[in-house]
């Protein structure tokens, strides 16, 4: 049976892909923060005495951006690695984890980006946006290649339960004998 290629690729090397890409831009996307927000102190921040919890959440996001980028990243390179592991093993879950993980990461960074917005110059601002509007995209891209992997080895890994359960459900519980052939035919001919 003839696989299915979309923009020349099966599903597996797609999703292969999408960890790999998912590596590379992650270590791009911290160099770029690393530049911008590891300066960055809490000096700026208005020192009003507001006890709101949305002020001082949006204060701890702001003083600890950098860090909670760099925790966040770790853990995606370990996702992603995670994610072609589970490719070449083909493991549902490590492709259910990874995809779950990525749009989580997208959230957290989106949240990052317009908590931490104001304190940009114009030009950092803009690239910074393009950068998340495009990584988003192509994770969004990729994300369909995973999907078709996931729905071809959950079909598969389903199939393969089915086979073995008939086979349970005809023996009442038993595993099958198997003798080989030559075992049979030697034992065929000492009998005699």
Same mark, same amino acid.
Not at 28 to 50: A, P, R
């Given at each position: 049976?003839?696989?299915?290629? $979309?923009? %020349?690729?099966?599903?597996?090397?797609?999703?292969?892909l999408s960890g790999v890409f998912s590596i590379i831009i992650?270590?791009?996307?911290?160099?770029?923060?690393?530049?911008?927000?590891? !300066?960055? @102190?809490?000096?700026?921040?208005?020192?009003? !005495?507001?006890?709101? *919890? #949305?002020?001082k959440l949006s204060n701890f996001i702001i003083c600890w951006? *950098?860090?909670?980028? /760099?925790?966040?990243?770790?853990?995606?390179?370990?996702?992603?690695?995670?994610?072609?592991?589970?490719?070449?093993?083909?493991? =549902?879950? %490590? /492709?259910?984890?990874?995809?779950?993980?990525?749009?989580?990461?997208?959230?957290?960074? /989106? &949240?990052?980006?317009?908590?931490?917005?104001?304190? @940009?110059?114009?030009? &950092?601002?803009?690239?910074? $946006?393009? %950068?998340?509007?495009?990584?988003? /995209?192509?994770?969004?891209? $990729?994300?369909?290649? &995973?999907? !078709? =992997?996931?729905?071809?080895? +959950?079909?598969?890994?389903?199939?393969? !339960?089915?086979? +073995?359960? #008939?086979?349970?459900?005809?023996?009442? %519980?038993?595993?099958?004998? #198997?003798?080989?052939?030559?075992?049979?035919? &030697?034992?065929?001919?000492?009998?005699?």
């Open positions: 049976m003839k696989q299915k290629r $979309w923009c %020349g690729m099966t599903a597996k090397m797609g999703t292969m992650t270590h791009l996307y911290l160099i770029f923060e690393q530049k911008h927000l590891e !300066n960055g @102190n809490c000096t700026d921040i208005s020192t009003q !005495n507001q006890r709101s *919890f #949305r002020h951006s *950098f860090r909670i980028i /760099l925790f966040q990243s770790f853990i995606t390179m370990i996702i992603s690695f995670l994610l072609l592991y589970s490719v070449y093993a083909q493991i =549902y879950r %490590g /492709l259910v984890i990874y995809s779950a993980w990525i749009f989580i990461y997208e959230a957290i960074n /989106l &949240v990052i980006q317009i908590i931490t917005n104001d304190f @940009n110059i114009e030009e &950092v601002r803009i690239v910074r $946006w393009s %950068g998340l509007v495009c990584r988003d /995209l192509l994770h969004g891209f $990729w994300m369909f290649f &995973v999907f !078709n =992997y996931m729905q071809i080895i +959950y079909k598969s890994q389903k199939q393969g !339960n089915i086979v +073995y359960s #008939r086979r349970m459900s005809v023996l009442n %519980g038993e595993t099958p004998r #198997r003798k080989s052939k030559i075992i049979s035919f &030697v034992h065929h001919y000492n009998t005699r």
